[in-house]
C-alpha cells in the first residue's frame, strides 16, 4: 500500500483569502435554471490538466513534470531526477493522482517523464493508455492498469510512438487499437499497438487546415462514425476519413463564418446521442480569426464566439446549422449527461487558449438539449465561483455528477500576483435530475451485476427498482468514458439503445428490454457505464464490458 499522500498547505495571506472569498461565494448559487455545486477537496495537490474515469470508479489526473514542485508528496519518499526541469533537478513531488470517488480521497502517482498536453483513452480491458507529451515525453506512452488495493501506478513504454505527439488526439477504434491524430508539427496519424507497417501515415488535411502563426489545428475533434471510418474536424472543417486505407471519403463543408475552433481559439465538440443510427456533431464556442495573435502579441482580448454549429455527418449533402449560445465561451468543456442532453462548461468569454491569454471566466454551465427546436435548446445553469479557464476538466462520474477541475493558464504553479491562480481544487456539478424532488423516480439497477461483460446484437435486461411511477418508454444509455483535456472529451460516446419493452415485475420492481450495439463500429469494445432513464431522471451507472 503506498504510503499517506503529503500535502502541502499554501500559507500565503492573499491565496488564503483567495481561497475563503470562493468558498464563500460557493454558497450563494448565481442566477440560472438548475443544477448544483459543492467542493469536494480543495486540494488536490496538482492542477488537473487531463483526466480519466477507470471502471473502478477511480479517476487518474495528471498535468505536467517540469512545473517544479506540485502540493503532493510522493510515496515513501521517492524523488525523481528532472534534469528538464529549469525550477527543480530533484522533484519529490507528484504530477500524477488517482482520485477515488467514493472515498472522495487522493493517492499520489509517479510518472516518469513528461505528460504535458497528452492525449490518452482507455482499451478494451480497461487500462488507460496515455500518448506523447512534452520535451522527453513526446514519443513515450503510458499504461496504467486499474487496481483496488492502491498499488498500481504507471508504467512507460520508450519510443512507444513513432513521432513526437504534443496536443494531439486519439480515439479507439473497432478492433482495439487507438490511433493518434496529429499534434504540433505533425500531419500524420499512427496507431498503438503497432501492428502493421508503415507506423506512420500522412495526413495533408492537417497541413491545409494550420493557420500561418496560430495553427488552429490541434487536439482535433475525431469521432468514429458507424462505417467504421472516421469523421476529424480542425480548424473549421472536416473529413471523413478510411483510415485503413488512408483516403478521404468525404469532405464537409466549412462551417459558416469560417472561424476556427481549434486549439489554440479553443471551442469544444462533442459526437450527439446515437440512436436509430443518426451521428450528428456538435461543435460549440471558439474564438474569432486573429484572436491568437491579438491576444498575444498586443494584449487585446476579443470577445469569443457564441456560436454552435451542428451536422449530420452521414447526410447525402451535409450542412451545418449554427445556433446561438446563451454566452461567448472559448476553453469550454462538452460533457454528455445519461439523459441525453450536453452539459457545456469551464472555460472564458473572451481571448484564447494558451498562457495568460483567456479572461472573463464563464462561471455559467450551460445545458444543451438536442431534441428540442432551434432557438430553445439552450438552458443557463447556476453558477460556481471559482474561474476554470485555461488547463481545466469535465468528467462524468458514474452517479450522473460532473467531476471540475483543473485551471492554471500559467508557465508553473502560480498563486499570487496574477489574474487566475492556479487552481487545485476539485469540484462537482450536480445537474437538476439529481435534486431530492426527484428520488421517487430516479431508477435503481440491481441486474445485471457491475463488470458484467454482454455481446454485441443481443437481447440485454435490466432489472430496476423505482419508488415511485414508471412512465413508458424507459430509455436505457450507455456511454464510453472519455479521456477530457484542453476542452476535448475524447472517446465520449452516448447510445441510446433499442428499445424492445419494459414491464412490471413485482412491487416498484421493472425490467426494461433492450439490444445491445450491433457491431464494433457503432460500439467501440471496452467498459460503459450503463444508465436506465425514467422521465429524463437517469439512475445511477452499471459498468458493463461490452465485447
Known sequence: ????????????????????????????????????????????????????????????????????????????????????????????????????????????????????????????????????????????????????????????????????????SNHVLPDGRQIIVGGQGQFNFEFFPKTNAPNLYSLPFLSQTNDRGEENNLYPYVFLNTDGNLFIFANNRAILLNYATNTVVKTYPEIPEGDPRSYPSTGSAVLLPIKNLVLEVLVCGGAPKGSYNLSFRKKTFVKALDTCARININDANPQWLVEKMPRARVMGDMTLLPDGHVLLINGGSSGTAAWELGREPAFNP???????????????????????????????????????????PHAFYNFTGVLFPTELSLEAFSPSYLESQYSSLRPRIIDPMPQTTINYSRILRLRFTVSGRVKSPVKVTMVYPSFTTHSFSMNQRLLVLDHVFSFRRGFRTYEVIVRTPSSAELAPPGYYMVFVVNQDIPSEGVWLRLQ
Open 366 to 408: 450551460d445545458l444543451y438539449h438536442p431534441d428540442k427546436p432551434v432557438g430553445s435548446r439552450f438552458e443557463v445553469q447556476n453558477a460556481n465561483a471559482i474561474p476554470r479557464m485555461y488547463h481545466s476538466i469535465a468528467t462524468l462520474l458514474r452517479d450522473g455528477r460532473v467531476l471540475v477541475g483543473g485551471s492554471n
Open 1 to 168: 500500500m503506498a504510503a499517506k499522500a503529503t500535502i502541502q498547505i499554501f500559507t500565503d495571506v492573499n491565496h488564503l483569502r483567495y481561497l475563503a472569498l470562493f468558498f464563500l461565494l460557493s454558497c450563494h448559487l448565481a442566477s440560472g435554471a438548475g443544477g448544483s455545486w459543492k467542493l469536494l477537496l480543495s486540494n488536490v495537490g496538482i492542477s488537473a490538466m487531463h483526466s480519466q474515469l477507470l471502471h473502478n470508479d477511480r479517476v487518474i489526473m495528471y498535468d505536467r513534470t517540469n512545473f517544479g514542485p506540485s502540493n503532493i508528496s510522493l510515496p515513501n519518499g521517492a524523488c525523481r531526477n528532472s534534469p528538464n526541469d529549469i525550477v527543480s533537478k530533484t522533484d519529490c513531488t507528484a504530477h500524477s493522482v488517482e482520485y477515488d470517488v467514493a472515498l472522495n480521497s487522493i493517492r499520489p502517482l509517479t510518472v516518469q517523464s513528461n505528460t504535458w498536453c497528452s492525449s490518452g483513452g482507455v482499451t478494451p480491458d480497461g487500462t488507460l493508455l496515455q500518448t506523447g507529451g512534452d520535451r522527453d515525453g513526446e514519443r513515450k506512452t503510458r499504461l496504467f492498469a486499474p487496481c483496488d488495493d492502491g498499488s498500481c501506478d504507471w508504467t512507460e513504454i520508450d519510443k512507444g510512438l513513432n513521432a513526437r505527439r504534443w496536443y494531439a
